[in-house]
């Protein structure tokens, strides 16, 4: 499993203003997370408290911190995969398990961005999440009737 938390401190983290213009999500219980190249969470909007969350518990944290052990080598596929150029990402996974602070699972969806650094360099990931745990479990069961419906009758 790769280390995802090479040499970090995220107690270093400074925590920026939110943005200044209106960031484009799907909705108002989107979460939007801006976080360094190291992973470290920079800002996170109000809606971290559909997870339980307040926004100062996330900032200075690293995103890997929540992901659920058995995601953690996709996850840190994902987030390296981000800073190659010209690398295609249509059959990336974006869906994973992050952790809510009552200690449950829930499944997000992520839609990564680089935002283009002052010099010009890759700076930082702009993410927006979308909590897809309703429409996982919904598919879950749509797959477990369809696998019962196919089964012989006895």
């Known amino acids: 499993m790769p280390d995802v ?4 401190d995220p107690s270093s983290a400074t925590p920026i203003d939110p943005p200044k ?5 799907g909705g108002a219980d989107d979460l939007v997370v801006r976080a360094d190249s190291r992973g470290v969470i920079l800002y996170v909007s109000e809606s971290c408290r559909n997870l339980g969350y307040e926004p100062q518990e996330l900032i ?6 929540f992901v659920h052990p058995d995601d953690l080598t996709g996850f840190a596929a994902n987030s390296a995969r981000l800073f190659v150029p010209d690398v295609g990402d249509e059959r990336v ?8 602070k009552d200690g449950s699972w829930a499944w997000l969806e992520g839609h990564p961005t680089i935002l ?6 890759l700076g930082d990931v702009l993410n927006v999440f979308c ?3 309703d429409r996982r479990a919904m598919r879950d069961h749509l797959r477990a009737q369809a696998h ?5 009758q006895a």
């Open 131 to 133: 909590d897809v745990t």
């Open 148 to 152: 019962l419906a196919r089964a012989p």
């Open 21 to 25: 213009a209106p960031v484009a999500s």
């Open 60 to 65: 200075g944290r690293l995103g890997a911190d």
């Open 116 to 121: 283009p650094a002052s010099d010009g360099r």
């Open 5 to 8: 938390h090479r040499d970090l």
């Open 93 to 100: 996974r974006r869906e994973f398990r992050y952790l809510r």
